[in-house]
């Protein structure tokens, strides 16, 4: 048994709270996501692409938290229920981008309201917390820091 008094790593540690507020927080969404019918990786398909003119598999791959075969096998579903349309690239044919259909923008009209209003009732929980400066923080911490050369460690 563990003494009484003592922190485990993890209450403090920040990856630790990141991911569980994350997770917390999203599994509300995803509640919504599931009376509409509408998987997650399918909502985070569709969300990405709002207001996008077409993303490449791996750029939606990478914004969706998924791999990139299984992006594939996502993209395969949803270009069949007319969701979603493969099309070339126009500066590089070897690179294929996804567009949203009708469909997908008419399922994705209504869930995008949803998700700004949970993010409003979420931050609303918080009102000491400035929206924009969080989302800087978050944005800042999604960019990979520069690779440091052994020889600059050393000076």
Same mark, same amino acid.
């Given at each position: 048994?563990?003494?009484?008094?003592?922190?485990?790593?993890?209450?403090?540690?920040?990856?630790?709270?990141?991911?569980?507020?994350?997770?917390?927080?999203?599994?509300?969404?995803?509640?919504?996501?599931?009376?509409?019918?509408?998987?997650?990786?399918?909502?985070?398909?569709?969300?990405?692409?709002?207001?996008?003119?077409?993303?490449?598999?791996?750029?939606?791959?990478?914004?969706?938290?998924?791999?990139?075969?299984?992006?594939?096998? $996502?993209?395969?579903? !949803? #270009?069949?229920?007319?969701? *979603?349309? %493969?099309?070339?690239? +126009?500066?590089?044919?070897?690179?294929?981008?996804?567009?949203?259909?009708?469909?997908?923008?008419?399922?994705?009209?209504?869930?995008?309201?949803?998700?700004?209003?949970?993010?409003?009732?979420?931050?609303?929980?918080?009102?000491?917390?400035?929206?924009?400066?969080?989302?800087?923080? $978050?944005?800042?911490? !999604? #960019?990979?820091?520069?690779? *440091?050369? %052994?020889?600059?460690? +050393?000076?």
């Amino acid at each position: 048994m563990e003494p009484v008094g003592t922190d485990r790593f993890v209450d403090d540690y920040l990856l630790y709270l990141l991911a569980r507020g994350s997770h917390a927080i999203s599994s509300e969404f995803h509640a919504k996501l599931r009376k509409e019918g509408v998987s997650v990786p399918v909502w985070r398909v569709l969300a990405t692409l709002s207001g996008s003119p077409g993303e490449t598999v791996t750029g939606l791959a990478e914004a969706c938290l998924l791999q990139q075969p299984t992006m594939t096998k $996502l993209l395969d579903r !949803m #270009v069949r229920d007319g969701i *979603v349309k %493969r099309m070339p690239d +126009a500066r590089d044919r070897r690179v294929v981008r996804i567009q949203m259909l009708p469909r997908g923008e008419q399922m994705v009209k209504s869930l995008l309201v949803a998700a700004k209003a949970h993010e409003a009732e979420v931050m609303a929980r918080f009102p000491m917390i400035d929206r924009l400066q969080l989302k800087q923080l $978050l944005r800042a911490m !999604m #960019v990979k820091p520069p690779k *440091v050369r %052994r020889s600059a460690m +050393a000076a």
